[in-house]
């Protein structure tokens, strides 16, 4: 893989005249974790839908791995997702969800077993292993969707709200399997409101308000922006950047109807 395990130029996605993400530029290291903020409609979903390859660009180009999400076969070996909603078959045991995913993959059976025994027993999953996906909890089903996203050892894997549904043990547990793959080199791009997690486990935070990137640095760089000798939080970081951006858009907006 190449030493930019993501890079975007101009990345936009248009619905009619409404820009969902408009001219997003990212250079993210291989190994890293990339904190992705924004408010509910800003974007992050749909950049992630584009750079996942399920959702085309309306322009600008990126690449994943090294690859060009315009070839969606070279993309996918490489990448692992967790969307909000994982996508499970509620007819299927966790397990035979799990060794699908596997054989989809191409996994050797003996390796697929070994790793699958092994997350199960990681997310506290070995007992419910062989019940129904049906009769999961959202916990649950999100502890399966997470194995699932890594199971094949991507290099890059994208995780939208991955503690959604989680008891605290089971998040906690999510977030050291985060440090971990980072520490196996897989880049992990992470979009969550959960702030507390995104400051202990990013490299760098991207925020994004209205389907624009407004502010970009590590956590306490951007923590820093205050006046000196204020202790402030991501979150109160995070709050003041998306309220100065949302009313300079609203000035814009002021000005060219005026």
Known sequence: MTDLAIETRALTKRYGDAAAVEDLTLSISSGSVYGFLGPNGAGKTTTMRMLTTLTKPTSGTASVAGQSIEDRDAVTPHIGYLPEEPPLYDELTGREQLEYIAGLRDIPEDEADERIGSMLDRFELAEDADKRIDAYSKGMRQKVGVIQAVLHEPDVVFLDEPTSGLDPRAA????????????????????????????????????????????????????????????????????????????????EESTTTA
């Open 172 to 251: 906690r547990t999510m977030r050291d399997t985060i440090a971990e793959l980072a520490e196996r080199e897989m880049t992990v791009f992470l979009s969550t409101h959960i702030l507390p997690v995104v400051d202990e486990l990013a490299d760098t935070v991207g925020v994004l308000h209205d389907g624009r990137l407004v502010a970009e640095g590590t956590p306490d760089g951007l923590k820093n922006r205050a006046e000196a000798g204020e202790e402030r939080s991501l979150e109160d970081a995070f709050l003041d950047i998306t309220h100065d951006h949302g009313a300079e858009r609203l000035d």
